[in-house]
């Protein structure tokens, strides 16, 4: 489904990724952790190629991109379909305020995959339904709190069918109270099959859902295996050191 193979990044001389791999089954919920400044947020971005990554392969189902500054149209066009196939949910909303929750979630469909209007509104009803939001299609972002928000944004990346949804630590702006009503769809979202990869700080979250978790320190994995193998057995004392203190 996804595959990532030797990406490395650096911003002037901060090695920011060094030489990561990894591999993200159909179905599979990987959680990603770790300290901040650890890389996570650019190893996201780079799946995508919102950052560049300076070297490295990027797989999404048949798609593939290798690192190259060299944007010939055929390289432009892979990129543009891995993005249309992977649902990106960031830690700040980025709806558009002018536009309600409907046409949030409307705006994806029909400009870039050129859905027809009513099917676009029909399918966007669908989805903030499902996110719990049916009687908010018509608020404009600054009338939803931050939890809503968030799930308007879970709702327009799903509109675009993605293969795999991709999560920035999309609780870490929200309101201790408003980040169980996220939680909770993202939950739903992993009973139903969706491939989900999340850098979160919700240890609970990944505990729960998680089919597999990665520990990243300095750019690079330093452990990773299932939530128990993880939270209950730790091998590397980074690992170790880690889970000590956000459990203080």
Same mark, same amino acid.
């Given at each position: ?28 919920v ?5 300290p ?17 990554p ?52 409307? #705006? /994806?469909p !029909? +400009?870039?995959?050129? @859905?027809?209007?009513? &099917? ?5 009803? %669908? ?55 996220v ?34 320190? #300095? /750019?690079? !994995? +330093?452990e990773?295996? @299932?939530?128990?193998? &993880? ?5 590397? %004392? ?11």
């Amino acid at each position: 489904m996804v595959s990532v193979q030797n990406i490395k990044k650096t911003f002037d001389k901060n090695v920011v990724l060094q030489d990561i791999n990894l591999t993200v089954d159909k179905s599979e919920v990987v959680v990603i952790m770790g300290p901040s400044g650890s890389g996570k947020s650019t190893l996201l971005r780079c799946i995508t190629f919102l950052e560049e990554p300076d070297m490295g392969i990027i797989r999404l189902g048949k798609t593939e991109v290798k690192a190259d500054l060299k944007a010939s149209k055929k390289r432009k066009s892979s990129i543009r379909e891995l993005r249309q196939n992977t649902g990106f949910v960031f830690q700040q909303f980025n709806l558009f305020p002018h536009k309600t929750a409907l046409e949030n979630v409307m #705006e /994806g469909p !029909i +400009v870039i995959k050129k @859905t027809d209007k009513s &099917i676009a509104k029909e399918k966007a009803i %669908e989805l903030l339904e499902k996110v719990g939001l049916g009687d908010r299609m018509d608020h404009y972002p600054a009338k939803l709190s931050g939890g809503q928000q968030q799930r308007v944004a879970i709702a327009r990346a799903l509109s675009m069918e993605p293969m795999v949804m991709l999560y920035d630590e999309p609780t870490s702006a929200l309101d201790p109270e408003l980040v169980r009503e996220v939680l909770l769809v993202m939950k739903q979202l992993a009973k139903e099959g969706m491939t989900m990869v999340v850098v979160t700080h919700e240890m609970g979250f990944a505990k729960d859902v998680a089919d597999r978790v990665i520990f990243m320190d #300095e /750019g690079m !994995i +330093v452990e990773e295996g @299932t939530s128990d193998q &993880i939270f209950n057995h730790p091998k590397e %004392e980074r690992t170790k050191r880690f889970l000590r203190d956000v459990s203080k």
